[in-house]
């Protein structure tokens, strides 16, 4: 027969009602009490009901998190880091994608959450973006990772300082006729491709060199999206001697592009990338690393915060998290 919360009450010789409190960690109940409950409740092997505990809390034990993309590597690493804080917290996740694979939007989120999460996590949408504000009108604990709104908890890199690291970075080797694969052509462009393309123009502006709109490509952040952008600026009638990919995954095909040319990053043109990807070590890529996993791991911190605090409030702290430029063999000083 399965034990029951009567069973432990009966045992420790306290209401039930003390138990539940005592098992879900709430306030007013005496620490001896409480110790000698949780005791008791191992003894007997009993568990809590998630489900009732939820009811009697009002919670549901679940956040969502709501993201343009799931596939794309930059997003799937940041969900690792949200997950594993989320399972130590024994919350469940709801993933919501904003977007399908061919850029159609689907149905908006903000409907969909009411009464079905406690908290919602936001990773990367236009900070213009209307379903970001119609969740954000939801009025629930929220944490925001890769844009930064006031008043509300957020975690993101200096993506201005990443577009001049990289952008430097070439310049220092002697480059200066540098071409640039950045993201997409909207009106509201993603914050990271918005901010490294002007970290792309500061830097460049600050050496005295002229930005080509010629040298300049859109790469839809993606392999394929990379390796069609650096064709298009191989195939200028002066083409670029080093290029800046907004991305990683756009490098990856940029570098195809090049092959495919019968050129060799580093040796005939520098490339250098922004993320860390788990590849770009292996196809020997400089990259500005950004800690992708940790910026999952301290928005959900955040977020579990709110839900843990008596009354749900934001500390709205705007956390950003340090970048390196990682040094490899796709770039090399410029050659006479």
Not at 112 to 135: F, K, N, S, T
Not at 159 to 188: C, K, Y
Not at 285 to 305: H, N, S
Request: proline residues 6%.
């Amino acid at each position: 027969m399965a034990i029951t919360i009567k069973d432990v009450a009966d045992a420790a010789g306290v209401s039930t009602a003390t138990v539940s409190r005592a098992l879900r960690g709430l306030p007013n109940v005496d620490a001896g009490t409480r110790e000698r409950i949780q005791r008791i409740a191992t003894d007997l092997d009993y568990v809590i009901s998630p489900s009732a505990s939820r009811l009697a809390s009002g919670r549901t034990g679940s956040i969502a998190v709501i993201t343009p993309y799931i596939a794309r590597w930059f997003f799937s690493t940041v969900l690792s880091g949200v997950e594993s804080v989320l399972q130590n917290a024994g919350m469940d996740l709801l993933l919501m994608s904003v977007s399908t694979p061919d850029g159609q939007h689907r149905l908006p989120p903000a409907p969909r959450l009411r009464r079905r999460v406690d908290g919602v996590l936001i990773i990367a949408l236009p900070p213009h973006d209307q379903q970001l504000h119609e969740v954000l009108a939801l009025n629930m604990p929220t944490s925001l990772i890769g844009v930064t709104l006031e008043g509300i908890p957020s975690v993101t890199i200096d993506d201005v300082l990443a577009g001049q690291i990289a952008t430097q970075h070439l310049i220092n080797l002697g480059h200066t006729r540098i071409g640039v694969i950045t993201g997409a052509p909207v009106e509201e462009p993603f914050t990271a491709d918005h901010d490294r393309h002007r970290g792309f123009q500061q830097a460049m502006n600050a050496a005295g060199l002229q930005v080509d709109p010629a040298l300049e490509a859109y790469g839809y952040f993606t392999i394929a999206g990379g390796e069609q952008a650096m064709t298009a600026l191989l195939t200028q009638r002066n083409p670029p001697t080093a290029v800046f990919a907004m991305s990683d995954e756009m490098a990856f095909g940029a570098m195809k592009a090049m092959r495919s040319h019968g050129l060799q990053p580093g040796r005939d043109i520098s490339l250098v990338g922004v993320d860390g990807h788990d590849m770009s070590e292996f196809l020997d890529l400089t990259t500005v690393v950004q800690p992708v996993q940790d910026l999952g791991r301290i928005a959900a911190e955040a977020l579990v915060g709110q839900l843990q605090s008596s009354g749900g409030e934001a500390e709205a702290d705007s956390v950003i998290l340090p970048t390196q430029l990682l040094v490899r063999g796709s770039t090399s000083p410029l050659k006479g």
